[in-house]
């Protein structure tokens, strides 16, 4: 027996929305991924980020030790390019 158009629109309708449903499904598991991933990057930049501070106040401390005049004008100096480059 055939079927009635009004039957055919609602079989196409139902084929159309299970095929976004699938395709919305696949979108939300790349964009996870995605954001993991991102999450993942942060986090790294992040432990870097401390080791590096560590690093500079390590050297910073023992610069203000052994040279606290020389340390004094080279934080001058860059906090003045630091204001030139504000100002601009």
């Known amino acids: 027996m055939?079927?009635?158009p009004y039957e055919r629109t609602t079989d196409q309708?139902?084929?159309f929305?299970?095929?976004?449903?699938?395709?919305a499904s696949k979108m939300t598991a790349q964009t996870q991924d995605a954001t993991n991933r991102l999450v993942e990057q942060a986090r790294d930049a992040g432990t870097g980020m401390q080791e590096v501070t560590g690093n500079m106040k390590g050297?910073?401390?023992?610069?203000?030790?052994?040279?606290?005049?020389?340390t004094l004008a080279?934080?001058?100096i860059v906090g003045?390019?630091?204001?030139?480059?504000?100002?601009?």
């Open 2 to 4: 055939a079927q009635s």
């Open 13 to 15: 309708y139902a084929d």
């Open 17 to 23: 929305t299970d095929e976004r449903t699938v395709q």
């Open 59 to 70: 050297a910073l401390d023992k610069s203000l030790h052994d040279q606290p005049l020389a």
């Open 74 to 76: 080279l934080t001058a």
């Open 80 to 88: 003045f390019f630091l204001g030139a480059i504000w100002k601009m």
